[in-house]
Antibody
Framework: EVQLVESGGGLVQPGRSLKLSCAAS????????MAWVRQAPKKGLEWVAT????????YYPDSVKGRFTISRDNAKSSLYLQMNSLKSEDTATYYC?????????????WGPGTMVTVSS | DVQMTQSPYNLAASPGESVSINCKAS??????LAWYQQKPGKANKLLIY???TLQSGIPSRFSGSGSGTDFTLTIRSLEPEDFGLYYC?????????FGAGTKLELK
């Protein structure tokens, strides 16, 4: 059974940093592109970052480019999101998600999410 | 960026009824649209991708149609577990954008 479990969320002050983790199991992690998708309170979903199978390629929307860094450790079946220079608008539930297959930019499995609150 | 507009925002229906949720893209996205279901306490679920391809394990009462800019998710014979939020997402071009969601509620 595919499982994705995020951790690392919490309350952080504006301008500070936070690192999220996602532990994956139930599939060959190294074979899949992985992503982070977020959802601000009472709002819709927003794709935040994607990383290739080897980690050599990363993709971000302009809203987080230069501030967020996605990475992975295939030996540990783990995905990470380093978030720097956090803003109040980064407050959201962050989901770890698996791309369905190579070249597919949609997500077939999601974690339950971890909440990040950016506030002073 | 491609803007995705869903309608209606809210939808009330009864078990056994059929409903349709619409998603309109601000420019052509060919067939590249996905639909997701979101329910409290459960992981988001991929229902449809490539506009009309049913994800493995999803009941056949769910169907997707459309291409270009206009897409529809249809749920036939609603079951109690179908009530929740539904989102569309274009997977044609960067950045990959979602609609604002449609809340399907029990009438």
């Amino acid at each position: 059974e595919v499982q994705l479990v995020e951790s690392g969320g919490g309350l952080v002050q504006p301008g500070r940093s936070l690192k999220l983790s996602c532990a994956a199991s139930g599939f060959t992690f190294s074979n899949y592109y992985m992503a982070w998708v977020r959802q601000a309170p009472k709002k819709g979903l927003e794709w935040v970052a994607t990383i290739s199978t080897s980690g050599s390629r990363t993709y971000y929307p302009d809203s987080v480019k230069g501030r967020f860094t996605i990475s992975r450790d295939n030996a540990k079946s783990s995905l990470y999101l380093q978030m720097n220079s956090l803003k109040s608008e980064d407050t959201a539930t962050y989901y770890c998600a698996r791309h369905r297959g190579y070249g597919s930019w949609y997500f077939d499995f999601w974690g339950p999410g971890t909440m990040v609150t950016v506030s002073s | 960026d491609v803007q995705m507009t869903q309608s209606p925002y809210n939808l009330a229906a009864s078990p056994g009824e059929s409903v349709s949720i619409n998603c309109k893209a601000s420019k052509s996205i060919s067939k590249y649209l996905a639909w997701y279901q979101q329910k409290p306490g459960k992981a988001n679920k991929l229902l449809i991708y490539d506009g009309s391809t049913l994800q493995s394990g999803i009941p056949s009462r769910f169907s997707g149609s459309g291409s270009g800019t206009d897409f529809t998710l249809t749920i036939r014979s609603l079951e109690p577990e179908d009530f929740g939020l539904y989102y569309c997402q274009q997977h044609n071009e960067y950045p990959y954008t979602f609609g604002a969601g449609t809340k399907l509620e029990l009438k």
